[in-house]
């Protein structure tokens, strides 16, 4: 582990962080000192801290003051809205340090914004004084030194998935929608179109660079890898899939796959792309159960890892019936592949008394790289950063029963005030993500076949309650104890989409706390970490792990 500002880096270090030499001194400077000092010091101790972090001058966007603050603050769902006095924007890791010091000398609540996707209040709690947005640690690129790629907290999924493939014909297995932030969809496990075919994103991390505090209230850049031993292994691992803002502020990931030509997977060249989309018009509640059924009953199949069913990824999505119909999406990598994928259409449309005609059915074969453009833009729930929203999630083992599907079908059938969208979205795992032992990373779903969610939309906040009293009866009402367990049939929730009220006693009467629905066995380590990397808890939202 490196430490800057508190052990020496070499100078291809310090180009690497993106640390000025001013910087470095300083660092170094502070830390011999206040390291000089006896206990009783603390106050000399904390003007030092202060005079180091003042040295780093740190963009820093002021309420009231400038323009930038109001689309700085300004996270997707529009339900989530606080006013914090001040946004850091840091631009090197450096800056990081000393804006995370900067906070904590002032004993301010602070929060981390990426890309400021998340479903809930976790980056922007209402409490919050000062926020640290880590959209300027944009950077992705190749390190020749590390043979690794690095990728700033702060890029967006479609310049990273842009950059890599443009400079190197490379590729990581991530999410679909383009604007999502690099910091918080990787260290939430990370997956996508590809994932069946090469794993979590996290599956190829090697490296973490992220800025933690210490019990004296003193912030560091540290470096941990996959090699880093007994607590820095526990850091590296905690960001393997233990979520945002729990132990510090990430500012660049190292990725790389071995036995790779490009050092990361490389993408095909060309993919068809499957759109489906039928009518909810004379589905019944037998039908709409018998299509639920055939996605299941194939995603279960073909969990076992195959050089030709991975490389299909399907997504069902089933709109409320007043915004659209009863569809998928699916991306076929392989021209072997299309037959499977096409039993797959047709089995769809034979459970709802349909047909695959091109009405209903569409497919369209183009550059990969195209298809991560059209996919990533195309619905309102990726790109319209004027909603408000709410969402549940499980990740599934077996298929939904009858009395789940009756459930889903009533809840998708019946109106929602003010709702503008609304819907249910599986998506298929397995394949390579199944290869891997549910303690390998922080992730522990790795059993889990389908990744369930339903969601609504709307504009304003007049219909909060309605929609929210919607998602709360259709999402709690699906499990026995309103909550997806650890059982023959369902393995948690998904942390990248989060749910408040799993920390809610009325909701979830599960007794496991959203900690443990999270992230399984895998909680326990995930709090020692978190005992001896943020033993102040600095770092915490509304479900950050907790410390015990």
């Known amino acids: ?36 000092l006896p206990a009783s010091g603390a106050s000399a101790q904390q003007a030092q801290r202060n005079l180091v972090a003042a040295s780093v001058n740190v963009p820093i966007i002021k309420r009231d003051q400038d323009p930038q603050y109001d689309s700085m603050v300004a996270v997707y769902n529009r339900r989530i809205r606080a006013t914090p006095q001040r946004v850091f924007a840091p631009r090197t890791g ?68 842009d950059s890599l493939f443009r400079d190197h014909g490379a590729t990581l297995p ?30 190829h991390l090697i490296g973490v660079e992220v800025v933690t505090v210490d019990r004296q209230g003193k912030a560091s850049l540290d470096y941990v890898t996959k090699e880093s031993e007994r607590d820095q292994a526990d850091l590296f691992w905690a960001h393997t899939g233990g979520g945002g803002g729990n132990f510090g502020v990430v500012t660049r990931f190292d990725f ?19 759109n489906c989309s039928w ?25 076992v890892s195959d050089k030709t069913t991975n490389l299909i990824f399907p997504w ?28 797959l259409v047709e089995d769809l449309a034979r459970a709802l008394h349909r047909d695959t005609r091109d009405d209903y059915v569409s497919w369209e074969q183009m550059p990969w790289m195209n298809a991560v453009r059209l996919i990533g833009t195309a619905s309102g729930e990726n790109h319209d950063p004027n909603r408000r929203g709410k969402q549940g999630s499980a990740n599934l083992i077996r298929g939904l029963s009858p009395d789940q599907t009756a459930h889903l079908y009533k809840a998708m059938t019946t109106s929602i005030p003010g709702s503008v969208s609304a819907g249910m979205d599986i998506a298929a795992l397995g394949g390579a993500i199944a290869e891997i032992e549910n303690d390998a990373t922080a992730v522990y779903q790795r059993n889990s076949t389908m990744k369930f969610l339903v969601q609504t939309f709307w504009k304003s906040e007049t219909d909060d309650t309605a929609n929210i009293d919607w998602l709360r009866n259709t999402y709690h009402g699906l499990f026995p104890e309103g909550a997806p367990t650890y059982d023959k049939n369902t393995a948690g929730s998904y942390i990248n989409y989060p749910n408040s009220d799993l920390s809610d006693t009325r909701w979830n009467t599960s007794g496991l706390s959203a900690g443990e629905i999270y992230y399984g066995k895998n909680y326990p380590r995930l709090q020692r970490a978190k005992r001896r990397w943020d033993p102040n808890n600095i770092f915490h939202h509304t479900q950050s792990i907790q410390a015990s």
């Open 256 to 274: 790389h796959s071995e036995g790779t030509t490009k050092g990361l997977p490389s993408p095909p060249a060309t993919v068809h792309l499957v």
């Open 1 to 36: 582990m490196k430490q800057i500002g508190g052990g020496r880096a070499s100078t291809a270090e310090r180009e690497d962080y993106g640390i000025s030499r001013r910087g470095v001194v300083a660092g170094l400077l502070g830390a011999s000192f206040a390291s000089s």
């Open 316 to 343: 069902l999505i089933v709109r409320h019936r007043d915004h659209g119909g009863l569809g998928m999406v699916m991306q076929v990598a392989s021209e072997s592949a299309i037959p499977i994928a096409r039993q």
């Open 94 to 161: 450096q800056e990081t340090v000393a804006a995370v010091q900067q906070i904590i000398d002032s004993h301010e609540r602070l929060s981390i914004i990426s890309g400021g996707h998340c479903f809930e209040e976790f980056s922007l709690p209402k409490d919050v004084q000062s926020v640290i947005h880590v959209g300027a640690l944009n950077h992705v690129g190749f390190n020749s030194d590390r043979q690794s790629y690095g990728v700033g907290a702060g890029a967006r999924l479609l310049n990273v998935y």
């Open 174 to 203: 991530g999410g679909v929608c383009y604007s999502v932030g690099a910091g918080g969809h990787i260290t939430g496990g990370g997956y996508g179109l590809l994932s069946r075919a090469h794993g979590l994103t996290v599956d």
């Open 279 to 303: 009518p909810w018009d004379g589905v019944t509640e037998e039908q709409f159960d018998a299509f639920i059924g055939v996605f299941a009953e194939w995603c279960i199949t073909h969990k």
